[in-house]
């Protein structure tokens, strides 16, 4: 299986610095542009690692399903119509209200 992020890349007094559109915190830098894509692949591998193992430990003694979906992509625009970024606000404040206003981001 193969995952497919949109990267970023910029140029920055010598450095070229690079990041995913659609996974916070993966970024990274690099002195040329081949290092940085091999970083990023790199952090980004280590994020999703990271991400999975801690939902299956928060998942243990729990009764749950595990099962892979399929996403079609898309650019720019959710399905709402508006920006990703309000979208990701919606759904924060859904989480925050479902769970009692206690919503941890870490």
Avoid at 8 to 33: H, K, M, S
Wanted: charged letters at 25%; a negative charge.
């Amino acid at each position: 299986m193969e995952n497919r992020f949109t990267a970023v890349f910029e140029q920055v007094d010598g450095w070229w610095i690079g990041y995913v559109e659609e996974l916070p915190g993966a970024n990274t830098q690099g002195r040329t542009l081949d290092e940085t894509r091999e970083n990023l692949k790199e952090a980004i591998q280590l994020i999703l690692d990271a991400n999975r193992e801690l939902a299956r430990r928060e998942a243990v003694g729990h009764d749950v399903i595990r099962e892979q979906i399929a996403v079609p992509a898309q650019s720019g625009v959710l399905s709402s119509g508006t920006s990703p970024a309000a979208d990701v606000s919606c759904f924060a404040r859904a989480a925050a209200t479902a769970s009692g206003g206690a919503l941890r981001l870490e």
